[in-house]
């Protein structure tokens, strides 16, 4: 069984609806559901470190370009995305957390959730 621990998303404003210039991007993850999904994967942990870097891309393309990386997660994973020199239109915005677990004495793994969101640049 799968578990959706995350990432997830975390809006910057309910109505902020279009980006332009420097957006703080922010994502969680719920720590019950992660430490299921690693049980149900045979990792006993502990959880040694999480990592989330940030990607964007102009949608209905392929290549993702990275924005930056944060293991903050008392502030929930904050990068500056500063949007000033893209192109207005929609983009795709994607968290792709790492997480990386102890299993066995001398054997550290990582797993990876992805959370990918719409948005709008216009400048």
Known sequence: M??????????????????????????YFDEDLLQKELKSLDIPGPVMKVTNPWYYRKKDTNTWI????SDNKEQNFPTNWDTTDLE????????????????????????AGQNIVEVTVEN
């Not at 959706?4 to 609806?17: E, Q, T």
């Not at 929609?90 to 957390?97: A, K, P, S, T």
């Open 88 to 111: 207005n239109g929609q983009y795709d915005v994607m968290g792709l957390m790492h997480v990386f677990a102890r299993k066995g004495i001398d054997d550290i793994v990582a797993i």
């Open 66 to 69: 990275k924005i930056g990386e």
């Open 2 to 27: 799968s578990y959706d621990w995350g990432p997830h998303y975390i809006v910057p404003s309910k109505g902020l609806k279009l980006y332009s210039g420097i957006v703080l991007l922010r994502e």
